[in-house]
């Protein structure tokens, strides 16, 4: 009696990309203006802790939040990350059928 390791009858998970796009979209959103919130409230240790964490010494590049700066920042930040995520979904539910 042979076995199938891969059986023909297995169940396949499909991601509903427009949920996965929505969701990160505001997480991404919100965490943009936490990290916004701590750069207005405390610039210096914020872009000290953000320099540990990426290697760079970013105390040199600081910059003054606008609101327009505020705004731009958060539209394209959290529109690029939910649109990534639905291109990772896509890409799971196209590869998750081979």
């Known amino acids: ?6 059986p023909h009858n297995r169940r396949t998970f499909s991601i ?3 949920s ?8 991404a ?3 943009y203006i936490v990290c916004a919130i701590f750069v207005a409230l ?3 240790s914020t872009m000290a802790f953000f320099g540990y964490v990426s290697h760079l010494d970013l105390l040199e ?3 003054p939040i606008t609101w ?10 959290a529109l690029g990350t939910g649109l990534s995520a639905a291109f990772v979904g896509y890409y799971y539910n ?3 059928t081979r």
Do not use: D, E, H, W
């Not at 009696?1 to 891969?6: L, P, V």
């Not at 996965?20 to 997480?27: G, K, N, P, V, Y």
């Open 1 to 6: 009696m042979k076995t199938n390791a891969y």
């Open 16 to 18: 509903n990309i427009r």
């Open 20 to 27: 996965l796009s929505i969701a990160t979209t505001l997480l």
């Open 29 to 31: 959103g919100l965490l």
């Open 42 to 44: 405390a610039p210096q």
């Open 61 to 63: 590049i600081a910059q």
């Open 68 to 77: 327009k700066a505020f705004f731009v920042g958060l539209i394209f930040f």
């Open 94 to 96: 196209r590869l998750s």
